[in-house]
T-cell receptor, first 113, second 112 residues
Framework: GQQLNQSPQSMFIQEGEDVSMNCTSSSIFNTWLWYKQDPGEGPVLLIALYKAGELTSNGRLTAQFGITRKDSFLNISASIPSDVGIYFCAGRYSGAGSYQLTFGKGTKLSVIP | DSGVTQTPKHLITATGQRVTLRCSPRSGDLSVYWYQQSLDQGLQFLIQYYNGEERAKGNILERFSAQQFPDLHSELNLSSLELGDSALYFC???????????FGPGTRLTVL
């Protein structure tokens, strides 16, 4: 099946710093989604990307669909304590009949006040 | 609030038992997906239903089964439970096959 590599696995940052994380796949994807999960809760959709090169923002969050269609990036600017959580990327393979999302293993973000 | 509801929130049971988890989709969503999330693991896709029909299967054990009813709610049945089945189980729903998926709050299953 398709593999997604998400990095970094975890990061500790100071409040106010910017954050970058990324996902790469072994296959071409036609959809990239970014989710945030708080402990014991369900993942919440942050940003959806559908076109190669697309750059989309949601408040302090910005995500990009890589030109090669094999990667995606999420940036968080001016981090605050409530940004703490696990961020998951998810991609949909562009092969015929492929509906399912493949999820990365997540980036655990800790923000030091 | 995603609009997706799951019950129960927590479930504690013993090995060998059988449990049923329930998911109610957002209004208008026809697709329901079930995922398992073990400790420090990512989300593992189990199965998808679309408008009452099984659409796709992932890493679902034979001891597990699901169904989607005419009112579009879905149930995930887990039988002959083992300690390793302890996990968070999420359902996600979407209007169709290629849309964003919206997750419910999950059911935490503990098998003792």
């Amino acid at each position: 099946g398709q593999q997604l590599n998400q990095s970094p696995q975890s990061m500790f940052i100071q409040e106010g710093e910017d954050v970058s994380m990324n996902c790469t796949s072994s296959s071409i994807f036609n959809t990239w989604l970014w989710y945030k999960q708080d402990p014991g809760e369900g993942p919440v959709l942050l940003i959806a990307l559908y076109k190669a090169g697309e750059l989309t923002s949601n408040g302090r969050l910005t995500a990009q669909f890589g030109i090669t269609r094999k990667d995606s990036f999420l940036n968080i600017s001016a981090s605050i304590p409530s940004d703490v959580g696990i961020y998951f990327c998810a991609g949909r393979y562009s092969g015929a009949g492929s509906y399912q999302l493949t999820f990365g293993k997540g980036t655990k973000l800790s923000v030091i006040p | 609030d995603s609009g997706v509801t799951q019950t129960p929130k927590h479930l504690i049971t013993a090995t060998g038992q059988r449990v049923t988890l329930r998911c109610s989709p957002r209004s208008g969503d026809l697709s329901v997906y079930w995922y398992q999330q073990s400790l420090d693991q990512g989300l593992q896709f189990l199965i998808q239903y679309y408008n009452g029909e099984e659409r796709a299967k992932g890493n679902i054990l034979e001891r597990f089964s699901a169904q989607q009813f005419p009112d579009l709610h879905s149930e995930l049945n887990l039988s002959s439970l083992e300690l390793g089945d302890s996990a968070l189980y999420f359902c996600a729903t979407s209007p169709g096959d290629y849309n964003e998926q919206f997750f419910g709050p999950g059911t935490r299953l503990t098998v003792l």
